[in-house]
């Protein structure tokens, strides 16, 4: 956007009233720690409103851990602004949408069976599958060439970046209509 200063998010007001996010991870991207790189990105409508890449606290075991651990923070980031819309007098009824391209992250989330392997991950378990009961949230699985938070984990062409620009509701706003 810094090379394009006419463009910007355009908030839309003829979509639907519903709080979405989608989450990636770049699995043990860094090379000095190994950690993970988590990207979330979330909508109000198909308006962006949130959006963030951070690497994780901890060094995960598996891809699969990485994954969860970014359904683990786009859960919380969605519901802190589930709570934001309620405390300005907004009510959002409906589950949010959570698109995840990790089916094993979403089994896990929907599983109430631990496994070895999660044990170290089970807070973050416990947090996301309580949401999940309580229906705050519904997970959907996405393919990963739809994955729109890929454009905060993972290094894109121009073609894929111009691409994501346009689903991500970036438009040129000196553009006539």
């Known amino acids: 956007m810094k090379n394009n200063p006419g463009q910007g998010i355009l908030l839309r007001a003829d979509t639907p009233f519903q709080l979405s996010g989608w989450c990636d991870t770049d699995y043990a991207s860094c090379r000095l720690s190994r950690k993970s790189v988590t990207g979330y990105f979330i909508q109000l409508g198909g308006s962006p409103i949130s959006w963030k890449t951070k690497k994780q606290k901890t060094v995960s075991r598996s891809s699969e851990e990485a994954e ?39 089994h896990i989330a929907t599983n109430p069976v ?64």
């Not at 729109?148 to 984990?153: C, P, R, S």
Request: aromatic share 8%; proline share 3%; hydrophobic share 40%.
């Open 68 to 106: 969860y651990r970014a359904l683990a923070y786009l859960t919380q980031e969605l519901i802190w602004l589930k709570t934001i819309l309620s405390a300005l007098g907004v009510k959002h009824n409906q589950p949010m949408n959570v698109r995840c391209d990790s089916k094993a992250a979403i």
């Open 114 to 177: 631990f496994h070895d392997r999660t044990k170290h991950v089970e807070v973050d378990c416990h947090f996301v599958r309580e949401e999940v009961i309580t229906k705050n949230i519904c997970l959907l699985h996405v393919k990963s060439e739809s994955q729109l938070a890929d454009i905060f984990t993972k290094p894109l062409g121009r073609q894929e970046f111009d691409r994501f620009c346009f689903k991500l509701g970036i438009t040129d706003l000196h553009a006539p209509t």
